[in-house]
């Protein structure tokens, strides 16, 4: 079976700054990973996923992860916030074979003050 | 492509009473359906999965007379919550995959169900 495990629930940065939110998985199988957005009071929304090859996924708003299978992470980082990134981030991952569900982390709060 | 409306986006309702949320695949057809129950500052907790036609699999600890699902084609899934109590209320969220998609969910924005 799989896990995830985001190791920070909530990450406070100012606008303009770095960011990095952490997710770990464990499995004994193959995986797939993704990152979700949710905004207050709205659904999910793809930010980036690996399902194979370049370990550098680059995805929407400016996002990118780095897939590394020795440490089993998937980090999620932006070189420069926006006040408009303030929203609840999701790591997930799922066996790579089709019809498998979705495990989510618990979720990293990302608060964008100025 | 691959959105996924849900109605309605919100309901109150009294105790006892019987709840239908549909999850609508808009423009594709949905291999498998997921239904979630997300509560306040929480991640979200698988409830059942659906496929078109057959019987839902419920997750452990998700009673399945409380919570009817039923897939009647492959773009409509509902969730009825029967008899409902305060405690049932939560945000619910459907999720639909699509041939090819490599288990992307693509999600619904969710129904905020309160049971007075």
């Known amino acids: 079976a799989q896990s995830v495990t985001q190791l920070d629930s909530q990450v406070p940065v100012f606008e303009e700054a770095p960011v990095e939110l952490r997710c770990n998985y464990s499995s004994s199988v193959s995986v797939y990973l993704f990152w979700y957005v949710q905004y207050p009071n709205q659904g999910l929304q793809l930010l980036l996923k690996?399902?194979?090859?370049?370990?550098l996924v680059k995805g929407i708003n400016g996002f990118e992860a780095e897939f590394n299978k020795s440490q089993t992470s998937f980090h999620l980082r932006k070189p420069s916030v926006h006040i408009s990134d303030t929203a609840e981030y999701f790591c997930?991952?799922?066996?790579?074979?089709?019809?498998?569900?979705?495990?989510f982390g618990k979720g990293t709060t990302l608060s964008v003050s100025s | 492509g691959a959105v996924v409306s849900q109605h309605p986006s919100w309901v109150i309702c009294k105790s006892g009473t019987s709840v239908k949320i549909e999850c609508r695949s808009l423009?594709?057809?949905?291999?498998?359906m997921f239904w979630y129950r997300q509560f306040p500052k929480q991640s979200l907790m698988l409830m059942a999965t659906?496929?078109?036609?057959?019987?839902?699999?419920?997750e452990q600890g998700v009673e399945k007379d409380k919570f009817l699902i039923n897939h009647a084609s492959l773009t409509l899934s509902t969730l009825t919550v029967t008899s409902a109590h305060p405690e049932d209320s939560s945000f619910y969220i459907c999720?639909?995959?699509?041939?090819?998609?490599?288990?992307?969910?693509?999600f619904g924005p969710g129904t905020r169900l309160t049971v007075l």
């Open positions: 659906s496929n078109e036609g057959s019987k839902a699999t419920y």
């Open positions: 999720s639909a995959t699509r041939e090819f998609s490599y288990n992307e969910q693509f």
């Open positions: 423009d594709f057809q949905a291999t498998t």
């Open positions: 997930a991952v799922s066996e790579s074979q089709a019809g498998t569900a979705l495990i």
């Open positions: 690996y399902l194979s090859g370049s370990t």
